[in-house]
């Protein structure tokens, strides 16, 4: 695939979520007026901890859909689709009797309260966001990136305006956020299985296929502790901040996060669209190292660029959510280094996960949460909400090291590491020094010196961007 039409299919895949953004940018204003830090708190608490479940319940098997969905025919790409959701729904119905069971300690935990309408939110949620993954993954193995951008976008519209209909009625309390969530999930869970029907209808799913169960179980099973630790990873920051300073510190970290999800657009974008690209290209040829290296070299310039300016401006931006948040800036510099790591990470892991060392994930996973469970234990109650931000950054920047470090060992592309290296070194210390200081000449200067830094160790990406972009004006002024 010719550069050209790789941007292109990455440019129609981030559409959707461009605008969802753009509506995020839109909406977040409004939710954090009307709503307070203790309601988006207990909101946050409450997707954290639905995602660590998600994770038990998926089993990996949306990582196995994804490793051996080329290595079908396309007619029996529904029969793997029915194999890979096997052990999801039993693993549903026993999270279910779980739940009922535990209601009000599961319900306490959560919410500090309980009620059976929580409890059915709570297995409504598990359901829903299982068959939300997998639907919505058939559509991004496929390709079909107009119809994953509109349901990114119908995704938000359908959140904001539920969201609204129900502050009508209950007012500033987090149910209102639920309900959002969970309407708007399973709404768009059903569109996309419809958009897909012949995946979920057709018939033969018994017949044989390429891959076997055994395979398919094999190469899952360690997703299910790698997602796990993933998962407690990404969330002990909310868990410690939770238990140290409540729920109302929560909700302004949530609001910090949702500054840095500006980064995140990218990672969403990218991610969507370069699991499939990158299993595609690798079938199709295991020795096109140059592919890989130019894609990491042109999405670790984007990052870091995005990174510089959202730290620059955090105080500004930062307005957009209010002044009951307007802690959270001091909290953004190191937790923007959650998306840029992770995005670009993903194009030099590609190595564990062609040749199938998914047991590598799961030494990853571990050490990275260790440490940043000891960094939010040791820093949250010396400096507060905001060294939950320091020990989640650097950890993503460990976790980062250690993926690609291991991946090199079994797939050789050069990454350009002292250039990447070099530049996450620089913007760490610009992160530390905004991190206890608002914005001044030293802190405009050193900004200044970032982008000049960037600018000279990615030149050849910054020359391809204007580039194109000059190619892509004069092909419009044409038409």
Not at 360 to 387: A, E, F, R
Request: glycine letters at 4%; one cysteine or more; hydrophobic letters at 50%.
């Amino acid at each position: 695939m010719k550069e050209e039409g790789l941007l292109k299919k990455f440019t129609s895949f981030s559409f959707g979520t461009i605008i969802a953004t753009v509506l995020g940018v839109i909406t977040v204003p409004v939710t954090t007026t009307i709503f307070s830090p203790e309601a988006t708190g207990t909101f946050g608490f409450f997707t954290s901890i639905g995602g660590l479940v998600l994770s038990l319940a998926i089993y990996g098997m949306d990582q196995a859909f994804v490793r051996f969905f080329y290595a079908e025919e396309e007619c029996d790409r529904s029969i793997l689709l029915y194999k890979c959701l096997r052990i999801p729904i039993i693993n549903i119905a026993i999270l279910t009797l779980i739940s009922i069971i535990f209601r009000k300690m599961i319900c306490n935990f959560i919410f500090g309260e309980y009620s059976y309408f929580l409890i059915i939110v709570w297995i409504l949620n598990i359901v829903f966001l299982v068959l939300n993954r997998f639907s919505l993954m058939v559509i991004r193995m496929e390709q079909h990136s107009k119809r994953y951008s509109m349901l990114t976008i119908l995704s938000k519209v359908f959140n904001f305006a539920i969201m609204i209909l129900a502050f009508l009625y209950w007012k500033d309390n987090y149910i209102c956020l639920l309900v959002a969530y969970i309407s708007s999930n399973i709404i768009i869970t059903i569109i996309a299985i419809i958009s897909e029907q012949n995946y979920w209808v057709k018939k033969q799913k018994d017949r044989e296929i390429k891959t076997c169960n055994k395979d398919i179980i094999s190469y899952a099973r360690p997703w299910i502790v790698i997602s796990a630790l993933t998962f407690m990873f990404q969330t002990v920051d909310r868990i410690v901040i939770k238990f140290v300073l409540g729920y109302k510190m929560v909700g302004i970290y949530s609001g910090a996060t949702t500054i840095v999800n500006l980064i995140g657009t990218i990672q969403a974008c990218f991610c969507t669209f370069w699991v499939p690209v990158a299993f595609e290209r690798y079938e199709k040829n295991h020795d096109d190292f140059e592919f890989f290296e130019k894609v990491n070299f042109n999405i670790s310039c984007v990052m870091f660029l995005l990174s510089i300016l959202i730290i620059s401006f955090k105080d500004i931006i930062i307005l957009f959510l209010g002044s009951r948040f307007r802690e959270g800036r001091f909290i953004i510099p190191f937790l923007s280094f959650m998306p840029i790591m992770y995005t670009i990470s993903e194009t030099t892991v590609v190595g564990i996960n062609f040749n199938k060392k998914q047991e590598k994930h799961i030494y990853i996973s571990l050490v990275s949460s260790i440490v940043n469970i000891i960094g939010n234990i040791v820093l949250v109650p010396m400096i507060g909400v905001v060294g939950a931000g320091i020990s989640t950054g650097l950890s993503y920047i460990l976790f980062f090291i250690m993926r690609t470090n291991i991946s090199l060992k079994y797939y050789k592309v050069n990454y350009n590491l002292k250039k990447f290296y070099t530049m996450t070194f620089i913007i760490s210390l610009y992160a530390l020094y905004a991190t206890f200081n608002t914005i001044n000449v030293l802190y405009a200067l050193l900004g200044f010196i970032n982008l000049i830094i960037l600018i000279i160790l990615y030149k050849e990406s910054f020359n391809y961007g204007i580039s194109y972009i000059k190619k892509f004006m004069k092909n419009k002024s044409l038409k």
